[in-house]
């Protein structure tokens, strides 16, 4: 099992920029490709970015410009760094975490999901 915890999330106005962190533990975490998803009320869970244990990096078409992922093995973390945010970027953002990161990258889907967290974007 592999647990994840997300933080960072809260109300940020239009342009301003937020740091997410999911942290992980349970099994070694750089065996695995993780993720971040989001999910605005009303709509699907969307694919933000994806990221190998190598470094390498994918984004989706809702991460793709504004936002960086990344990693710290030694921290068992992986963030997700947001700029120029706008109000549509509002949506409960979770972190997860797969073996196999085409799973995150290409079928919305992941073995471990964290619980999220709350992003706010303010117009």
């Known amino acids: 099992q592999v647990q994840l915890v997300e933080s960072g999330g809260g109300l940020v106005q239009a342009g301003g920029s937020l740091r997410l962190s999911c942290a992980a533990s349970?099994?070694?975490?750089?065996?695995?490709?993780m993720g971040w998803f989001r999910q605005a009320p009303g709509k699907e869970r969307e694919f933000v970015a994806a990221?190998?244990?190598?470094?390498?990096?994918y984004y989706g078409d809702a991460g793709k410009g504004r936002f960086t992922i990344s990693r710290d093995n030694a921290k068992n973390t992986v963030y997700l760094q947001m700029n120029s945010l706008k109000p549509e970027d509002t949506a409960v953002y979770s972190c997860?975490?797969?073996?196999?990161?085409?799973?995150?990258?290409?079928?919305?889907?992941?073995?471990?999901w964290g619980q999220g967290t709350q992003v706010t974007v303010s117009s």
């Open positions: 349970g099994r070694t975490f750089s065996n695995y490709a």
């Open positions: 997860a975490a797969d073996q196999i990161g085409s799973r995150i990258a290409t079928m919305n889907r992941a073995a471990y």
């Open positions: 990221i190998w244990s190598n470094g390498a990096t």
